[in-house]
């Protein structure tokens, strides 16, 4: 407990918990939905490509959509059945739009697809082990859905040489990583070593919350032997972000705008490392995840294993129904998710959560002006300004918001949870965050498109000369053929009276 | 007496001579903000500013003679540069900015003539005698010169359409408590 001893939270906010309502309830596997709508674009990057056609029989696990590009991830089949659509349909986005998305329908036999298992998963070249990764189309589970063999591959190449397990789940409501820890915790340890021989890294450390003892006792029990350590951290919000979690475990800053691996140091979740050791070890891709159903508009709030694609409404169904009338549809935890605009949006990779939240539980408050109290100077886990920040995007001065840290900052909303004003802080932030991306795009297209302005003005000229030329030419030729003709007619001209002389 | 007005005269020469050696050799071809302005333009000489190109409209910014909101492509943000590299306020609220566009070919009054093509300043459309054209997104500029010579009026500016890459949240509303 020495190394806590010196480490000092910055910022951050001690949210109420509510973890109570789930916590304490076993993983429950939810009965195969009717119709599973199996997004493309579960990941950040580019979307999937789908490699099969409306009617197609699949079986579970079976690829139905290829990675595309670097920074992509490949998507299989939840279950057995065949494929009743291929086309957008809502997608878990604040936004509402929809998403290319492959629509199965279950023939309820959940038959498996042929699995590649290896008969000695830890004696796999490091290379193969990030390859296994990729095909199961594995991504951060945390939610950042950052796709996970990126990260290897990166690391393995920059040298890491700790490797950080984030089992923090700072979110109120979320127990899915707490849940997962306590049952399947030497699974999760098999995949921090698979995880380990990936990269080429010798230390791994668990970073646990005090506020989850169990998960703490169970992870230490599986990982006797090994040379796993677990650590408990001081339970805060947002402990689960990974640049505070590395500060904690190892005393280490990473520095603004760079990557956790700057330092040495490679952070994946604890369902990331319990997927991997399904993916590697047993040969099965993602197609499911632990999802936490909670909130005090839910009957009975529980963990449940949801297949991929799975409408948050058969989560609520299964758990018995609302109580009362939900005020709010949260996807993911109540600080960073985004609201839900129905329930019929399908389960993602990196959904964590379905919160069915009332009245009381959301509050919402009509904002004040800023009184300049910096409680949220306080509350901010990067060090940022919040108040400057928000009042210079207010009155449109973005790049001014710039210079204060504006793109450091994590969008965690622990400065709109604490502002005594209740200033949608983190609202001003995302809107200026996108705003500078559209015109960070807008610039790019623009230079672009002079580029192939330039392009076309040179082969107009190219072309205009070229005409010129072979006019130029044409009328040269001409000028020679006539002054040939004439020279011929003089020559005959000249012959003429030369043959009458001698005739 | 005769120390400082030598003094001073010899100080004179001597400066006026570096002067003068300095205009020649680093004597600006042309003027450098020309460029500059040219830089922060489009650049795809559609000439809706009524100058011709681009290379006009800076000249006659740098001249003073164009207003900085001469660029209808180029928007809000062209206008907040312009009016920043050339050190005047502009109020930006009562321009207007219909947002990013682009054209767009309806392909059910596309007859392929191919003139759209010809007229793009970017290359954007994509076609062949006889066949329906087609806009790259990504390389129109919004310039508008494919509608005019459209002639089945087969091409409309639309705004470019949002999707999940490019949406970002609305500023929030401004409505404080009493």
Redesign the interface.
Known sequence: MKLFSRFKPQGGVHPDGRKDLSADRPIRVLPMPERLFVSL?QHVGAPASPVVVVGEKVLKGQLIAASQGNISAPVHAPTSGHVAAIGDYL?P???G?P?PTITIEPDGEDCWAALDVPIDPYALEPEEIAKRVAAAGIVGLGGAAFPSAVKLNISRKTNVQTLIINGGECEPYLTCDDRIMRERAAAIVSGIRLIQRAVGCTEALVGIEDNKPEAIAAMREAAKGTDVKVMPVPAMYPMGWDKQMTRALVGKEVPAGGRSSDIGVLVHNVATAYAVHEAVALGRPLISRLVTVSGEAVKIACNLEVPLGTPAQALFDYCGGYAGVPARLVMGGPMMGHEMPNPYIPVVKGTSGVLALTHKEIGQ?????CIRCSTCVRACPVGLLPLEMAAH??VGDLNTSVDFGLKDCIACGSCSYVCPAHI?LV??F??A???L???E??KL??E???K??????ERMEKIARAREEASRQRAAKKAAQEAAKKAAADAAAAAAPQQEATA | MFVAVASLTTLGLILGLLLGVAARRLAVEGNPLIEEIQAILPGSQCGQCGFPGCAGAAQALVAGEAPVTLCPPGGRDVVAALALKLGIEVDLSGIKDSGPQIAEVKEELCIGCTRCFKVCPTDAILGASKHIHSVFREACTACGKCVEACPTEAIAMRPVPVTLQSWYWDKPEERLAA
């Not at chain 1, 192939?452 to 003005?457: D, K, M, P, Q, V």
């Open positions: 674009q997608a986005h604040p936004s739009l998403a408050p009509v904002p004040s002006p995007i207010r949608p609202h001003y995302n809107f965050k996108g705003e991306a559209a015109k795009r807008a297209k623009q672009g498109t002079k192939l302005a330039e392009a076309r003005n």
